[in-house]
């Protein structure tokens, strides 16, 4: 009896061992994955590894700061910058002193203009979801009531307050929703909003009140090679035409200012020149005197100090922005002390006539804020935003870079290198700017730096003809007809790459937004066969049915750069150009985004290219988000963008 109990424990072991080893090995538990948000629409994008958070979490959490408002009686300012999910108004006591919040909302905040006499208040603009519906606000200091000024529902701009600060203009598309009317308004008292001037078309801004507050210097912008100066008589509520439209050449003005004894008005233009110059032009005689002429380089920034004796005015050289300072009387330029290596983009001068903001970036540094005293040539650091972790002094400063394109002309670009660590041949982003007047600078690139640190690839900046910067008749180039040749540029930019021994011409992606998304689409379509893969971010698929659906506030504005879809003619070069139409030739992977509330370039641009180039068979992703317009301006929408586009690059282009 034991002996068959021993015999049985026997074969019962050797049948549970026999079970136990036939059980199939563990599997490894899923690697945790990334759920997009709620608001996020995301088609085939593949599962996002959580892992990829940590990977790339620190290039993502850096900053910026931009300057808003100077305090009149006090050395502090308003600036924006980012701490939780989007931007808001901050005040800075002092150089280097702490960013105290002031605004608290879940979308983004602009404007920060402070009441210019005592500084008891300051307005601010806010819209919703990226609608670009905005409204101004009244932010009380001492109480921090906020209050309501404008209607609420209409797309509201270009905030512009009184020389003695008791009453401020703006443009409203309330009447119409399309035109730009010229609103007035006290703002501390909201009932008494009421339209000052009524304007036909989208283009209209206030540039400077006079200094006894008779006058408004009035713009008119038809396109950016044509704009207009006005001046409104506030008594009458009438405009006068102060820059005559005579028909022999489209001349631009960029901005306008009063002299401070009310004879004359200070202007950007490019009459009678390539480049936009700092100009004086007499009231009475409406006479010139051209104060930059030396410089062969646009005037992008200026401002006039208080007193009226000085101008500070900024230099696009070669897409790097040069501070000058000008002595009104004399017309001569005052040294400028040397300043820390970026490129300056805005200036203002504080009312003590002393002080003068501007902000800088770099490959380096994250845009920041800086004051200059004219007086002792001192200069204060007022932020230093952070760069999450990243270590960015080893981050060199892009190669200016040259080509000829297809017929000729000189193109240019900035490329941005990866670290000396990755060798051979590398992978090549071009990254094509919007506008389509727009320009690439150098600067801090941001989360791209990931790109270049991490994955080695290397990131191009191309300026293709249509960019500003480079003259008016460069920056028209492109207009009408003549849109084929701007993407032409970037056809001859990925030939040249090819002859570069440090660029990989057979690993070249395509990236670009708002109009950048349209040229992207272009080069999907035309050079398929020279790419990887493709993102086109709120991009244009069509410029036919772009300008039906766009926002009627900037319709015709966009008509004077594309054509005006209407004419046969045109609208037959539309379609045939059209990557819409052509997206059968979209062979390589594309990445397509989008902000469901975008105004300027309808949602239905990128759906209707998503559709058409899956029935292709093309890997095609696609990402929405429903609380975003043109382009992403929450965090955490970003964040998610931003490691899709890794994994995107790791598939399609560092796979090759």
Known sequence: MRAFQRLFLVVAVCILNASIWAQPAAQPAPAATIKPYDNLVVEGVPAIPASIVD?????????????????????????????ADVPQIHRVTMPGGARNQLTFYPDRVGGGFYEPKRGTYFVFSKDKGGNEQFQFYRDDTSTGEVTLLS???????????????????????????DDVDLWIISPKDPKSDRMLLQLQGGGWGAKDWSEDDKQIALLEEISANESYVWLVDVAAGKKELFTPKDGKEKIYYADARFSKDGKGLFVITDKDAEFQRLAYVDLATKQYRYLTSHIKWDVSAFDLSRDGKSIAFVTNENGIGKLHLLDVASGKERPVPKLPAGNIGIVSWHDNNSDLAFDMDSAQSPNDLYSLNVNTGKVDRWTTSETGGVVTGDLQEPELVKWKSFDGMEISGFLYKPPAKFTGKRPVMINIHGGPEGQSTPGFVGRNNYYLKELGVAILFPNVRGSTGYGKTFLAMDNGLNREKSYQDIGTLIDWIKTRPDLDGERILIIGGSYGGFMSLEVATN??????????????SNLATFLQNTSGY???????????????????????????????????????????????????EAMQIVQKARANGTPVWFLMANDEGHGFAKKKNNDFLFYATVMFMREFLLKQ
Not at 55 to 83: D, Q
Not at 583 to 596: M, R
């Open 554 to 604: 900037r319709r015709d504005l966009r008509r004077v750069e594309y054509g005006d879809e209407r004419d046969p003619k045109t609208r037959e070069f539309m379609e045939r150009i059209a990557p819409l139409n052509n997206a059968q030739k979209i062979t390589k992977p594309l990445f397509v985004v989008q902000g469901f509330n975008d105004p300027r370039v309808p949602r239905t």
């Open 151 to 177: 209607d609420g529902k209409s797309r509201n701009t270009d905030w512009l307050f009184s020389t003695e600060g008791d009453r401020a203009v703006y443009g409203s598309t309330r009447r119409t929703g």
């Open 527 to 540: 050079y398929s066969d020279k790419i990887c893969c493709t993102v086109d971010i709120v991009g244009i």
């Open 55 to 83: 990977e790339v979490n620190r290039y993502t959490e850096y900053r910026t700061a931009t300057f808003r408002s100077w305090h009149p009686t006090r050395r502090e300012m308003l600036i924006g910058t980012r701490f």
